[in-house]
């Protein structure tokens, strides 16, 4: 009876691929655990949302321009009191082509946050001459909104520039395109804004 022949033993570059290929099997597999475990950013910790960008305020009439931080929580009415409203121009003395630029400031004078309407619907631009109304926003306002804000204490908000067209106004004329210009030559007018019914001073200004 011949004897079984022992086999002969692989090169060991053999054994080394083998190993090879065992410790990359393995490292496969903790790379796909750790994929699946481990959290993609602060958006999918979160509940796979990211966050969304902070609102911009867009320019327009109406739209405001906060000059500090306004406070989304809810809050109190505002006291008629407790707010105060400035017109604003950008310029006292105008040349003959230039037209005055107009805006309203909003105020919270009182010691706590409070909320007030301060939409298109609100607001109201008006420019007199002596007893003449020469101009009011209001006369062919278009979609007016309502804009409730809760205001700081101390906070001021500005609405964006409105241009005057140095034009009468009148309800009966808003779809003329022609209207009454108004006299210059060093001519004056006030301004005055309001919000509701709380009333700013009155701004004198100039036309040339």
């Known amino acids: ?11 060991p570059e053999v ?14 597999v903790i790379i796909v655990i750790a994929l699946i475990v481990w959290p993609r950013g602060n958006g999918d910790a979160a ?43 950008d310029k ?32 109201e631009f008006t420019i007199t001459s002596g007893d003449d109304r020469i101009w009011g926003s209001k006369d062919c ?3 007016p909104t309502n804009d409730v804000r809760t205001i700081d204490a101390g906070q001021s908000l500005s609405t964006a520039a409105l241009a005057w067209e140095r034009v009468r106004s009148d309800p009966a004329t808003c779809d003329q395109t022609n209207r009454t210009p108004a006299t210059g030559g060093g001519a ?13 001073e009155q701004l004198l200004f100039v036309l040339a």
Not at 5 to 10: A, I, Q, T
Not at 15 to 28: K, T
Not at 65 to 74: C, L, Q, R
Request: charge should be positive.
């Open 1 to 11: 009876m011949s004897t079984p022949e022992h086999p002969r033993p692989l090169p």
């Open 15 to 28: 054994y080394r691929r083998r190993r090879l290929l065992v410790f990359g099997g393995i490292a496969v």
């Open 141 to 143: 306002q278009t979609d």
């Open 92 to 123: 006292t003395n105008f040349a003959a082509d230039q037209q005055p630029q107009m805006s309203m400031q909003i105020t919270n004078s009182s010691a706590s946050a409070c909320s007030v309407d301060v939409g298109t619907a609100a607001q």
């Open 188 to 200: 004056t007018y006030r301004l005055q804004v309001k919000l509701g019914q709380i009333e700013s």
């Open 47 to 89: 509940g796979g949302k990211s966050p969304s960008p902070s609102p911009t305020v867009s320019k327009g009439l109406g739209d405001l321009n906060p000059s500090g931080k306004a406070s989304g929580a809810a809050a109190a009415t505002c006291a008629p009191s407790a707010i105060t409203v400035t017109a604003v121009l």
